[in-house]
């Protein structure tokens, strides 16, 4: 059987929610996977992040690297086709955004997961709200209480428990864009 065979119930027994304490080797993850990736895109990439929980200090979150790489759209075919041939996995792909999936295999999670975002430049929503939790520990610390109470109440459906986060990262964007300016 292959993943894109199961079906959702199956694919959310085997890839569950787990949650651990920050770390410091997430960034180095990422810093090794940022390398693969701007070797593997080069001149295509406008701008490469670590964001998600993980770029997040002191908080508990899935043990899951997202990165997220804004390009010239006008490029994302080849983009896609690159990611296609070197083993990332495409997840989801609309009018402004490809996400792809690294480390999901069929026994589980592999050693290092990672979710890529490619987006347009500037699209960068997800800088602003790196930036303001990393800069407002109470605020960070408000969004994994968040976190652990939408785990606990919708665990196993991650589409819920992802809906359920929308508005409270709305709102630190929201403060966050007002707060930097044009950082991004």
């Known amino acids: 059987m292959k993943l894109k065979d199961m079906t959702i119930d199956e694919l959310w027994d085997l890839f569950p929610i787990t949650f651990v304490d920050s770390n410091t080797k997430f ?3 990422y810093l090794e996977e940022e390398q693969n990736l701007k070797s593997l895109l080069g001149n295509f990439v406008k701008r490469i992040n670590h964001i998600g929980s993980t770029s ?3 908080i508990k979150t899935k043990p899951i690297i997202d990165i997220l790489i804004e390009i010239d759209f006008d490029n994302k075919s080849v ?3 690159i990611l296609l041939n070197n083993n990332y996995l495409l997840m989801n792909e609309d009018t ?3 996400s792809f999936n690294k480390g999901y295999t069929i026994n589980g999670y592999a050693d290092k997961v990672f979710h890529i975002h490619i987006k347009k430049y500037g699209d960068c ?3 602003y709200f790196r930036d303001y939790l990393n800069d407002n520990i109470d605020k960070s610390k408000e969004y994994e209480k968040l976190k652990l109470e ?3 109440k919708y665990k196993p459906n991650r589409d819920l428990y992802t809906k359920g986060k929308t508005q409270f990262v709305k709102k630190i964007v929201s403060f966050a864009k007002e707060k930097y300016k044009d950082r991004y």
């Open 56 to 58: 997040i200090k002191n």
């Open 27 to 29: 960034k180095n993850i």
């Open 150 to 152: 939408l785990y606990n």
């Open 96 to 98: 402004n955004k490809i």
């Open 79 to 81: 983009v896609k086709e």
């Open 125 to 127: 929503d997800e800088l």
